[in-house]
């Protein structure tokens, strides 16, 4: 299958700063990434839609200020989170999907655990 | 809005035993697919089996196996032959439909322990 790569896989910054996540396809081109936020055993909350070229598509209830998402380039994707409070810590995890043979299929990264002190 | 349930938030089976999870899910859409992902204590979700609505016969996966009843909105995962490794927690989720936009909607999950 195809290959997400999310960087970093943890991180822990002070409260007020940002901290930015970077999610790569190693191996095909993802036209459409899709960023989530899941808290502890819980379920995978969808937070916004990119497409390459485009600005991100929030969910309802997402702060598109505090949440900035960049799809610059068919494999790569960021997700920044700005001037991040403890509210913030979760476990963030992005997915992508490709065109053609790839259909509908929503490959995974890693996730990256942040914790904001 | 699609929505998806899965009612068993915690479920457990014997090594070499089957277990069955559930998920039933709303949709007007007529075209769409249904997946069971799996993660472990990893947390990378995994693909487990897909599912295309258009098509009656159920996906199978080796030990893995659906039961879709499109008209009753349900789409419950068979593990048969259960192995430690399959100690996890599994989310079923529906994609596509009209503007299909590629995002997954997610079940709340359930945590599956196998016991040796």
């Known amino acids: 299958g195809a290959v997400v790569s999310q960087h970093p896989s943890w991180v822990i910054c002070k409260s007020g700063t940002s901290v930015k996540i970077e999610c790569r396809s190693l191996d095909f081109q993802a036209t459409t990434m899709f960023w989530y936020r899941q808290f502890p055993k819980q379920s995978l909350m969808l937070m916004a839609t990119?497409?390459?070229?485009?600005?991100?598509?929030?969910e309802q209830g997402v702060e598109k200020d505090k949440f900035l998402i960049n799809h610059a380039s068919l494999t790569l994707s960021t997700l920044t989170v700005t001037s991040a409070h403890p509210e913030d810590s979760s476990f963030y995890i992005c997915?992508?999907?490709?065109?053609?043979?790839?259909?509908?299929?929503?490959?995974f990264g890693q996730g990256t655990r942040l914790t904001v002190v | 809005a699609q929505t998806v349930t899965q009612s068993q938030p915690e479920m457990s089976v014997q090594e070499a035993e089957t277990v069955t999870l559930s998920c039933t899910y709303d949709t007007s859409e007529n075209n769409y697919y249904l997946f069971w992902y799996k993660q472990p204590p990893s947390r990378q979700m995994i693909l487990v089996i897909r599912?295309?609505?258009?098509?009656?016969q159920n996906a199978t996966e080796n030990r893995f196996s659906v039961n879709f009843q499109k008209a009753a909105k349900s789409f419950s995962l068979k593990i048969s032959d259960s192995q430690l490794g399959d100690t996890a927690m599994y989310f079923c989720?529906?994609?596509?439909?009209?503007?299909?936009?590629?995002?997954?909607?997610f079940g709340q999950g359930t945590t599956l322990q196998v016991k040796p």
């Open positions: 989720a529906f994609g596509g439909g009209s503007g299909n936009t590629g995002k997954l909607i």
């Open positions: 990119s497409n390459e070229g485009s600005k991100a598509t929030y």
């Open positions: 599912q295309e609505a258009y098509k009656q």
């Open positions: 997915s992508a999907r490709g065109p053609g043979q790839w259909g509908t299929e929503a490959f």
